[in-house]
C-alpha cells in the first residue's frame, strides 16, 4: 500500500560521527521534507526539496544535508556539526491540487550516546 | 518569528463534550490550512483542512473554521472521544510557498 517509509525507528548517534536516516515514498510525490520535533515545539523545517536534484534550505538547516537523487526517496544526514541532534525526525511528502496536504512518515527518534 | 501559533499547550475536555482548539496566525497570505494529529512516536496524520476563501469545513465529528479578519482559525470536536487524546498541530501554506509553517501543537486529553 501506498506510503512513506522512514527508518530506522530509533537511531544512536556516537559524538563526532554522522548518521543518515532513510526516508522513501511511492505515493509519486515531486515535493518532500524533512522536520525536527522537539518537546513542547512545532515542527521545523530542515530541508525540502521541490523535485530530483534540487533541495532548499528550511529554517534549521545548520547541521544537515540532504539529497534528492531519486524521486522516491529523501535522505537526511545528521552531521558531526549537528550540536543538538537528540530529536524526533519527521518525513513527510505533499500531495498537491485541490486537496493540498502533507503526508508523514511514521519518524525516527534520534538520540545522542 | 512564529507566524503560526497555537497559545494553549494543552486542553483537557470530558467525554462527549466539545473540544475546542484555537490557532491564531500573522500572515494574510497564508491561503490554505490544514489540521494534523498526532500521537507519541508516530507520525502526524492528517484530519481537515480549509481554503481561505472558505470560513467552515466539516467532516464527520470535526469542523474548521476561519475567520480571516481576525487572523483566527479553530477546530471543534464533537463529541469528544478517548482516541481523540494527542497533540494537535494546526499548519498553514503561503500562497505560491512550497512549505508547510506549524505551530507548536495542542495537547488535548479527553478524560472519561
Not at chain 1, 501506498?2 to 505515493?27: A, D, H, M, W
Request: aromatic share 12%.
Amino acid at each position: 500500500d501506498g506510503g512513506i517509509t522512514q527508518s530506522p525507528k530509533y537511531l544512536f548517534r556516537k559524538e563526532g560521527q554522522n548518521v543518515t536516516l532513510s526516508c522513501e515514498q511511492n505515493l509519486n510525490h515531486d515535493a518532500m521534507y524533512w522536520y525536527r520535533q522537539d518537546p513542547g515545539q512545532g515542527l521545523r523545517l530542515i530541508y525540502y526539496s521541490q523535485i530530483v536534484n534540487d533541495f532548499q534550505k528550511g529554517d534549521i538547516a545548520e547541521g544537515y544535508s540532504v539529497s534528492r537523487e531519486k524521486k522516491e526517496s529523501f535522505p537526511l544526514t545528521v552531521t558531526s556539526a549537528q550540536k543538538n541532534p537528540t530529536a524526533f525526525y519527521l518525513c513527510a511528502s505533499r500531495q498537491t491540487g485541490s486537496n493540498e496536504k502533507l503526508f508523514f512518515g511514521s519518524g525516527t527518534q534520534l538520540s545522542v550516546l | 518569528d512564529q507566524q503560526v501559533k497555537q497559545n494553549s499547550p494543552s486542553l483537557s475536555v470530558q467525554e462527549g463534550r466539545i473540544s475546542i482548539l484555537n490557532c491564531d496566525y500573522t500572515n494574510s497570505m497564508f491561503d490554505y490550512f490544514l489540521w494534523y494529529k498526532k500521537y507519541p512516536a508516530e507520525g502526524p496524520t492528517f484530519l481537515i483542512s480549509i481554503s481561505s476563501i472558505k470560513d467552515k469545513n466539516e467532516d464527520g465529528r470535526f469542523t474548521v473554521f476561519l475567520n480571516k479578519s481576525a487572523k483566527h482559525l479553530s477546530l471543534h470536536i464533537v463529541p469528544s472521544q478517548p482516541g481523540d487524546s494527542a497533540v494537535y498541530f494546526c499548519a498553514a501554506i503561503l500562497e505560491g510557498a512550497q512549505k508547510l509553517v506549524f505551530g507548536q501543537g495542542t495537547r488535548l486529553t479527553i478524560n472519561p
